[in-house]
């Protein structure tokens, strides 16, 4: 039994937290939120690709690190609770694993190497309208290689270079590599509650699509299997946001004085955080399995994954919100860091399908394993 | 990351197998109590302490293996498989005997701990009281010294297993003029004795598990003191350390349990279940898997960190949510509790009345919330108005 994270991870672990505390601060992420036209933080983007974590999971021979998913969950983690303004997820968790997974080699050669030392930035365009995603639900339509349609939001779409878009073809449902430098491809940024990471609205309009590796049509199987492991990613991200959020809480509860003592001295408050703790306990050893799920390519991924973001999108909104709570009236000032955590977390609990879709796929899972 | 035993315990681990193989048959459902079980009991333990798998992380001198916490750990484990009359000795061998090694005189060790360990005596832990829950420290039973000797009067509350127990470590108030953690003497006490009155607890699940005790007049030794007059709280402290270690695991249906039911009812179709049944499996999940993580660090022979506090808290309440869904889910007949006609031989419905009580057994949530805040995260303490009175002021 070795249920945890090696010597070495968790030097890494404490090397990114030293790194991202001095080089991610929260002035940095406030650069984005105020200003409109900053997509990200270019000046800890740059410094994070130096660092080689993009490339921490993906194999030496196409320019990664070759280091493996327990160092990039790691790495992970650490990102959330920072709440990195940078397209970090969209290109190693989403653009990376999809590549990886459905990827052809020709694809695998060109783009992996590209990825891991940041030359390009990938993003993942799914979502056409609101509701979950669904086989009905996607009207971008590919013909003869020629993409047409609109997707909306992007996360980090007008930053990307290139994104996997989902998309009919015939009768069936593919995905597809498209470069975004393209005059067929038109991109508009839109106003989200989480402005800290840039959303777009992409329209394609005949704009050239590669697809990656033949699935005879089944696009969302494909998709679902990808999803299954950028599930275990975000999950380390949403974990590091909502430890953060308990710090902050607890520091908070322990320093602001009423009635003549500490808040933190009341029930009421230390309920609250003790279910916080509760629940972010609860969600890093659901994550840790879905780690171990990823790194071994365990028959158990499909409801490890499901696990992993149902307890970490819990915990993440869960702590959020009553950090929120905790501070008072200062948690709902503008100056005060509780409301990103606020907004990252909605928006890393919907990203990747809502809470709902995991616990319905996690149910189907459950139902798979016992009925086999 | 692995799941795998190393060598060394995965040889501990078929030799714990194949020794409850030889002796005990399989566990199907929940442990059966039928029969005599206390006599079933009692047979278990004695050959489990001849085997020296009695209590495995004790030293061998006193009867132990001498072995690892993650030794007992994979002993638990492997137990729980089988159909082990455990019940009786879960008190006496997990809190009362390790407090009598922790305090007792070598006369104490020399008489108690052997029989204990072989099932020729079971204990029983006498601290709660009527006006005394949550808050232990304000019991009201007092001991007199009178002589050589230490006369008793008052009452206890919850005491599991009373009724069958022949000793028991008893928390009492020897010296009221002080506050209320300085009054405090631990003796133990026979309880077969003279002015020893043991009464069932009606519990409001219907069954009578607990007792209620009586003391008037009881004469204890001054020997049989454990540690110094009104140091008893300290005393205290080294039991109910041990009780966190002892008590926890799995209290009645699961995730499993209800989605059996659910398949078999046609219930699996109604979404706002399935979504039930997905946050169950989760929290069932992080318990489980943090019970992991506490072991990797007992297999690393490091202390485990505060995280299996969450325990009780989420297991209790979970067991409580998921009864009253199936009952919920069978609609008016979720009422009937009879076996012969409610399905899955009624668990749903008999969990659903024992659950308030663990919710309340062994800490209640608001307790554990109060240590997880205090302890873990480093909250101030509660308002302790009595904290530094005499306990005679309130």
Sequence with gaps: MNFDFSDDQKFLRDEARKFLEAQCTSAHVRAVLDDDAMSHNDEVWQKIVEMGWLGAAIPEEFGGLGLGMLELCVIAEELGRVLAPVPFGSSAFFFAEAIKLAGTDEQKAELLPKVADGSIVGCLATTEGPGSLSASSVQATVKKGKLSGTKLPVTDGDIATHAIVLAKEGSGIELYVVALDQDTVSRKSLKTIEPTRSHAEMKFDGASAMRMAPHEGNGMEVLDKIMNRAAVLLAFEQLGGASRCLEMATEYAKERHAFGRPIGGNQAIKHKLADIYVKNEVARSNAYYGAWALSTDATELPEAAAAARVAASEAFWFASKENIQTHGGMGFTWEVDCHLYYRRAKLLAVQAGSPAVWKEKLVRALEHKNAA | ?394
């Design chain 2, 1 to 394: 990351m692995d799941f795998t035993d190393s060598t060394e315990e995965a040889a501990f681990r078929a030799e714990a197998n194949a020794f409850l193989s030889q002796h005990l048959e399989p566990k199907k459902g929940a442990a059966t109590r039928s029969g005599n079980y206390l006599q079933r009991a009692k047979d278990w333990q004695k050959v489990k302490a001849e085997n020296q798998f009695a209590q495995i992380t004790w030293p061998k001198e006193i009867g132990g293996r001498g072995g690892s916490s993650m030794q007992q750990v994979i002993w638990n484990q492997e137990e729980s498989k089988f159909d082990a009359p455990t019940g009786p000795f879960a008190i006496g061998l997990g809190m009362c005997v390790p407090t009598v090694i922790a305090f007792g005189s070598d006369e104490h060790k020399q008489r108690y701990v052997q029989k204990a360990l072989f099932g020729e005596e079971i204990w029983c832990q006498l601290f709660s009281e009527p006006a005394a829950g949550s808050d232990v420290a304000g019991l009201k039973t007092k001991a007199v010294k009178d002589g050589d000797d230490w006369v008793i009067n008052g009452q206890k509350v919850w005491t599991s297993g009373a009724h069958y127990s022949d000793y028991g470590i008893v928390l009492v108030r020897t010296d009221p003029d002080v506050p209320k953690h300085k009054g405090l003497t631990m003796f133990i006490i026979d309880m077969k004795q003279e002015g020893v009155d043991v009464r069932p607890i009606h519990q409001a699940s219907g069954g009578s598990e607990f007792n209620e005790v009586y003391f008037t007049d009881v004469r204890i030794p001054d020997s049989d003191r454990l540690g110094e007059p009104g140091m008893g709280w300290k005393v205290a402290l080294v039991t109910l350390m041990n009780e966190r270690l002892a008590v926890g695991g799995s209290p009645g249906p699961d995730w499993a349990e209800i989605m059996d039911y659910a398949r078999s009812s046609g219930s699996m179709s109604d979404q706002a279940f399935r979504a039930k049944l997905a946050d169950w499996y989760v929290a069932a999940q992080g318990y489980k898997l943090t019970k992991f993580r506490t072991q990797t660090a007992l297999s690393k022979g490091e202390t485990p960190g505060p995280e299996n506090s969450i325990g009780k808290v989420i297991t209790a309440n979970h067991l409580q949510d998921i009864c009253n869904s199936a009952i919920e889910m069978q609609d008016h007949y979720g009422i009937i509790s009879d076996k012969d006609h409610a399905p899955a031989d009624a668990i749903f419905q008999e969990s659903f009345m024992w659950a308030p009580g663990l919710r309340i057994a062994g800490g209640t949530d608001e307790i554990l919330k109060n240590i997880i805040a205090e302890r873990v995260l480093g909250l101030p303490q509660d308002v302790r108005v009595d904290k530094d009175k005499p306990f005679s002021a309130f």
